[in-house]
């Protein structure tokens, strides 16, 4: 299973842009890469998910380098609204099924 | 649809008793799970499932069982509940395909072991 690793928090500033990174080193061939959002007293919601280069949504862009070792979820123009805490997850069909959280970002973003 | 439904939402039990906690998702899902989110951290793989029939342990499977006789339903079975197993947990589930697909979460069942 591809380890993962986060900071475990970041603040931020309303409307400037945030980029979270995560670290992968041993993600495998058929591993794909999908970040969650969880608020507190909820369940992680999905934001976006990718395999490689760079995927964009209508909430956010994920960069993937060539070597995909590490990905960048990249949050435009953050409002209050977006503090919570974010989550990287490597996954693939070499896993059988099984999806295991990091650590996490807690994200502050401040008026 | 309803998507990911867990029972109870709260529960207290006293230690050594036992109880199980319910999941039914309608999406026709073959892939679920259940995790715990202790309070300040992250979420721990208990106990997955690829199909019905089929159940694997996770990261911290120990004081736990589950079963899979349907695709809509995951029960988790807590066996003499611990003070250790106060934590909230989430039952999800994801359809079959390339990647990891999108993970359906429930709302979350908050259990405290006194």
């Known amino acids: 299973l591809a380890k993962t690793t986060q900071p475990i928090s970041m603040d931020s500033y309303e409307g400037q842009e945030v980029n979270i990174t995560c670290s992968h080193n041993?993600?495998?061939?058929?591993?794909?890469i999908t970040w969650y959002q969880q608020f507190p007293s909820q369940g992680p919601r999905f934001i976006i998910q990718g395999y490689k280069t760079k995927v964009t949504n209508e909430v956010a862009s994920l960069f993937i380098p060539a070597d995909r070792k590490s990905s960048t979820l990249s949050l435009p123009r953050v409002s209050l609204s977006d503090t919570a805490v974010y989550y990287c997850?490597?996954?693939?069909?070499?896993?059988?099924?099984?999806?295991?959280f990091g650590q996490g970002t807690e994200l502050s973003v401040k008026p | 649809n309803a998507g990911v439904t867990q029972t109870p939402k709260f529960r207290i039990l006293k230690i050594g008793q036992s109880m199980t906690l319910q999941c039914t998702q309608d999406m026709n899902h073959n892939y679920m799970y259940w995790y715990r989110q202790d309070p300040g951290m992250g979420l721990k793989l208990i106990y997955y499932s690829v199909g019905a029939g089929i159940t694997d342990k996770g990261e911290v499977p120990n004081g736990y069982n589950v079963s899979r006789s349907t695709t809509e339903d995951f029960p988790l079975r807590l066996e003499l509940a611990a003070p250790s197993q106060t934590s909230v947990y989430f039952c999800?589930?994801?359809?079959?395909?390339?990647?990891?697909?999108?993970?359906?979460f429930g709302e979350g069942s908050r259990l405290t072991v006194l």
């Open positions: 041993n993600i495998a061939t058929n591993d794909y």
């Open positions: 997850l490597v996954g693939g069909y070499n896993q059988g099924g099984k999806l295991i």
């Open positions: 999800a589930s994801r359809a079959s395909g390339s990647g990891t697909g999108e993970l359906f």
